[in-house]
């Protein structure tokens, strides 16, 4: 009689299966050389049994039998023939055809109807093991999202430590910066991926670059900012965030079309913040001769003569330079403007929590319609598609605002203090941090500083500045204390200086700050 040794695992992973395919070939061939069988040929993959139509080497096998190659199967234990009952019955089906002959383990021989009916008990036994050991395995994971672990191999940028992820040092800081550099709006997906594998991002396996396909994956997970999601449903995750909400979102925005930012071949200084002060169109840049760099109109419109204009780099960069010495902020008087104004902030911090109240309130509100909507459906009001539908997007919602109540715990008194003061000596540094020959601590400079320089006959016509330097100008040169603090008693200072953290916290500064 002629056999086939079958050997499978679940799992190329040898920890997931005690015997790998290496240790079942081995002991089924010393098995075979010891009781004189002969072997047609050895099959080996690594394929899960629980459904049917999943082993290409087991159907073959199959058919090779019906074709008369070999009529024994020689196994280590039934279950590595089949955990489901579709494959079981083709097995009998040729054992009582004649075609399979026997049935070999290590441990026994199945070769008659009885026989057949104890494999079929084995088989059955197999398949209600996998069907257990899947509710177990679906049930360990709710758990382990309920108390807000993720439940499975870590995604990029997090590594797996006793049961939950933690930040990889070796990956967070890029998972960080290409967040930052998309939401610039001034790079691509595979921009991104070019750079990061500039900077050593490289893959788990193989040691190579990042296709932009898993970069999209990285910018569309909220696991990144706290969250765990399945099928579906928002878990509030217990490990720490790489990116704020708010930084994903604006990603996200990006993503999907909002305020999508065209990709230039070449990259100008001063070009994104320049429109013609005659037609209202944008000023662009083009490079002459190889060497130099030119801003004129693009004349949009075609009824501007300004188009025809141009002006050199170096003088566009003598104008900003002019802009910037001209603000001039003076440091004592911005030293003592800032201290009156942290005395007026301490005592407000003392009873500004109402954001976290209101967070609460709306959490328990949430709370509150769960249990409503649990009692509609014990009372059969609403049918279980309608419940799980509802049920699904109220805990999405509530996990939304448990993020962003955590998050409020950062906006501490230091933190905003901390960006007080890092307003004020970034507006007293401004001429300092522009004179240097770095392209980009020029470019942060101008982020943070402007909104439009409008130009005309090559001069600057009108500037508007960003918060806060929008109201620092007007005071820059004074020496009036009551300037520098105007409408500090009113309203308006609420919205000025929420405006100016706003602006801030748009533009990471510890970026140029670093430079």
């Given at each position: 009689?002629?056999?086939?040794?079958?050997?499978?695992?679940?799992?190329?992973?040898?920890?997931?299966?005690?015997?790998?395919?290496?240790?079942?070939?081995?002991?089924?061939?010393?098995?075979?050389?010891?009781?004189?069988?002969?072997?047609?040929?050895?099959?080996?993959?690594?394929?899960?049994?629980?459904?049917?139509?999943?082993?290409?080497?087991?159907?073959?096998?199959?058919?090779?039998?019906?074709?008369?190659?070999?009529?024994?199967?020689?196994?280590?234990?039934?279950?590595?023939?089949?955990?489901?009952?579709?494959?079981?019955?083709?097995?009998i089906k040729l054992f009582e055809m004649g075609f399979i002959k026997e049935i070999r383990t290590p441990s026994r021989t199945y070769n008659s109807v009885t026989d057949m009916l104890y494999i079929d008990f084995d088989f059955v036994?197999?398949?209600?093991?996998?069907?257990?050991?899947?509710?177990?395995?679906?049930?360990?994971?709710?758990?382990?999202?309920?108390?807000?672990?993720?439940?499975?191999y870590s995604p990029v940028g997090y590594v797996n430590k006793v049961g939950k992820i933690y930040p990889d040092p070796l990956r967070e800081k890029h998972i960080q910066k290409a967040y930052k550099l998309y939401n610039s709006g001034?790079?691509?997906?595979?921009?991104?991926?070019?750079?990061?594998?500039?900077?050593?991002?490289?893959?788990?396996?193989?040691?190579?670059?990042?296709?932009?396909?898993?970069?999209?994956?990285?910018?569309?997970?909220?696991?990144?900012?706290?969250?765990?999601?399945?099928?579906?449903?928002?878990?509030?995750?217990?490990?720490?965030?790489?990116?704020?909400?708010?930084?994903?979102?604006?990603?996200?925005?990006?993503?999907?079309?909002?305020?999508?930012?065209?990709?230039?071949?070449?990259?100008?200084?001063?070009?994104?913040?320049?429109?013609?002060?005659?037609?209202?169109?944008?000023?662009?840049?083009?490079?002459?001769?190889?060497?130099?760099?030119?801003?004129?109109?693009?004349?949009?419109?075609?009824?501007?003569?300004?188009?025809?204009?141009?002006?050199?780099?170096?003088?566009?960069?003598?104008?900003?330079?002019?802009?910037?010495?001209?603000?001039?902020?003076?440091?004592?008087?911005?030293?003592?403007?800032?201290?009156?104004?942290?005395?007026?902030?301490?005592?407000?911090?003392?009873?500004?929590?109402?954001?976290?109240?209101?967070?609460?309130?709306?959490?328990?509100?949430?709370?509150?319609?769960?249990?409503?909507?649990?009692?509609?459906?014990?009372?059969?009001?609403?049918?279980?598609?309608?419940?799980?539908?509802?049920?699904?997007?109220?805990?999405?919602?509530?996990?939304?605002?448990?993020?962003?109540?955590?998050?409020?715990?950062?906006?501490?008194?230091?933190?905003?203090?901390?960006?007080?003061?890092?307003?004020?000596?970034?507006?007293?540094?401004?001429?300092?941090?522009?004179?240097?020959?770095?392209?980009?601590?020029?470019?942060?400079?101008?982020?943070?500083?402007?909104?439009?320089?409008?130009?005309?006959?090559?001069?600057?016509?009108?500037?508007?500045?960003?918060?806060?330097?929008?109201?620092?100008?007007?005071?820059?040169?004074?020496?009036d204390i009551l300037g520098w603090r105007r409408g500090r008693d009113s309203n308006s200072r609420r919205t000025f200086i929420l405006r100016c953290f706003q602006d801030i916290r748009s533009r990471p500064l510890s970026d140029l700050?670093?430079?």
């Open positions: 009689m002629k056999y086939f040794i079958y050997c499978r695992k679940s799992s190329e992973e040898e920890t997931k299966q005690i015997q790998s395919l290496e240790t079942q070939e081995r002991m089924l061939t010393e098995y075979a050389d010891k009781y004189n069988l002969e072997i047609v040929e050895i099959l080996k993959e690594s394929k899960s049994a629980k459904t049917d139509g999943n082993r290409p080497l087991f159907s073959s096998m199959l058919e090779r039998i019906k074709n008369k190659e070999a009529s024994g199967v020689l196994v280590l234990h039934t279950d590595r023939l089949s955990r489901n009952g579709i494959e079981s019955g083709q097995l036994f197999a398949a209600h093991y996998s069907r257990n050991l899947s509710i177990r395995v679906k049930e360990g994971i709710e758990t382990k999202l309920q108390k807000g672990e993720y439940p499975s001034e790079y691509t997906l595979k921009q991104i991926s070019n750079i990061l594998f500039a900077d050593g991002f490289r893959t788990r396996i193989g040691n190579n670059k990042v296709h932009k396909s898993v970069i999209h994956r990285i910018f569309t997970d909220p696991v990144y900012y706290g969250a765990i999601r399945r099928k579906g449903t928002l878990y509030k995750g217990i490990h720490e965030p790489l990116v704020s909400k708010s930084l994903f979102d604006k990603v996200n925005d990006r993503l999907v079309g909002k305020n999508h930012s065209r990709k230039q071949k070449h990259t100008f200084l001063y070009d994104k913040f320049l429109s013609c002060k005659v037609c209202g169109c944008k000023l662009t840049a083009s490079i002459k001769k190889g060497l130099y760099i030119y801003y004129y109109c693009t004349n949009s419109r075609s009824k501007c003569l300004e188009h025809k204009k141009y002006i050199p780099e170096g003088d566009m960069e003598t104008l900003v330079k002019e802009l910037i010495a001209n603000f001039n902020l003076k440091k004592d008087m911005a030293d003592l403007s800032l201290d009156l104004y942290i005395d007026d902030l301490k005592e407000e911090y003392k009873d500004k929590v109402f954001s976290k109240d209101i967070l609460a309130k709306q959490i328990l509100s949430i709370d509150e319609k769960l249990d409503r909507l649990l009692d509609l459906r014990i009372g059969n009001a609403i049918d279980e598609e309608k419940y799980k539908e509802k049920q699904t997007k109220l805990k999405n919602e509530k996990t939304e605002l448990e993020i962003s109540r955590g998050q409020l715990k950062a906006n501490s008194l230091e933190t905003t203090l901390e960006l007080l003061y890092e307003i004020k000596n970034r507006a007293c540094s401004l001429k300092e941090l522009f004179d240097c020959d770095d392209f980009q601590v020029k470019s942060d400079v101008l982020n943070s500083l402007l909104w439009k320089l409008e130009i005309e006959s090559q001069k600057i016509a009108s500037v508007q500045y960003k918060l806060p330097y929008e109201y620092l100008k007007d005071v820059s040169k004074s020496d700050s670093s430079k």
